[in-house]
C-alpha cells in the first residue's frame, strides 16, 4: 500500500503529527509505502532520506503549485493520499493525475469560526463574521469533495456532521497520538511551568503570563518557560518586563525539541480559547508532566480530573488557583502526573494512532475494490 501524506505548511500540530507517523510507519517491516509532499522546510529530523519530496502551494490562488503537487502525485501514483490541513485538503481535491482515495484530517476551526465549534469562554457562541463564514462555506466544500474525513476527537467529529454536513458514513474518529519517552521520576515539587504556543490569540499566552505573575507575588524561585513564537509573544514579553527581572518568564522561541524543552518543567499549563486534539499537551502527558488545561473542544476527551485539572476557558481566576494548588500539593501533582502518563500510554501513543491510520486505509481500499 502506497500512501502519500499531502502537505502545504511547513508546522504545527498537523505537520508535526504527520510527520511522526511517517516516521513510525516507515520503521515498519511490511508496512505501508509512506511518503510526504509538502514544503522542504518541513522539520525532517529522523526521516529516512527521500521520504520527503518537496513541493509549494503558497496559497489556494497558486496554480503553479497546485500543478506542481498534480505532477508528483501522478508520478508517486499512491493508493491513499491523506491530506493534513486545510489548503492540502483543497489541492488533492482538485489536482489532476491521480484517481487515488483522498482522506483528509480536520485538525481544528480558526478562530474566526471558533463561535460554531468551542461552547465555552470568550470565543463560545460568538458569530463568524464574513471571513469566518467564507471559511466555513470552504471548508463544507472540501469535506465533501473528499472521500473520507477523519476527525481527532469526538467533538470535532460532531462539529463537522452538525455543522459541515459530512456524512456519518465517511467520518472517521482517529485520535492524535505521541512517541511515549522513558518513564522518569516526579518532581519533588512543581516549581516550572511551561507552556507550547504558537502564541496566536486563541492560545490566551498573555492571559497566563498575568495568572502566572499573580501566583509567583510572595513565592520565590517560580519560573515559566514559553515555547515558541507568533504574534502574541511581544504582549506577553511587555507583561514579564513590567513585573522586574526576576518575574521568572522564560521565552524559548519556536523549537522542534518540544520534549527536551518539556523535561525542563515540573509542570505543563494550556490556556487556549480554541483547541482541538493539542498535540502538546499529549506529550506534556507523556513525559508524565501533572497539567492544567482550559476545556475547550475535545481537551476534556485527554484530559479530565482523574488525570489534570481543567479550567474555564479565560479565567484567570481559575488558571491561578489550579497553578497555584499544583504547587502546593506536590502529591496530588505526583498522581495527576503519573496518571497522565498512563493515559497516554493506554489511549494516545503514536503506535495505536499508527495501527488507527492503516486500518482505515485498508478499510478504504478493501470497500474501493467492490
Known sequence: MKVVFLLTQDRGGPVDLTVSLARELAGRPGGPDVTIVGPATVPGTGLPEGLLRPAYVRSKTDLRGFAAVGALLAGLAPDIIHAQDRRAGLVSSLVAGTKAPIVLTFHGVPDSAAGRWVKVGPLGGRRPG???????????????????????SRAMAAFLHRELRVPPHRLRVVPNGVTVPADRPPSPGVRTFATVSSFAPCKATPLLVEAFLAVTAGRAGLRLRMVGDGPERRRCEELAAQAGGAAGVEFTGYRT?????????????????NENMPLALLQAMAMGLPCIAAGVGG???????GCGILVSPGDARALRAAMERMIDEPGLAARLGAAARRRVVDQFSLSRCADEHVRLWQEILRDARR
Open 130 to 152: 464574513v471571513s469566518g463564514g467564507s471559511r466555513m462555506v470552504a471548508d463544507a466544500v472540501v469535506a465533501r469533495r473528499v472521500g473520507h474525513t477523519v476527525a481527532p
Open 299 to 305: 481537551v476534556p476527551e485527554i484530559l479530565d480530573a
Open 257 to 273: 525539541d518540544v520534549d527536551r524543552q518539556l523535561a525542563q518543567a515540573d509542570a505543563f499549563v494550556l490556556p487556549s480559547l
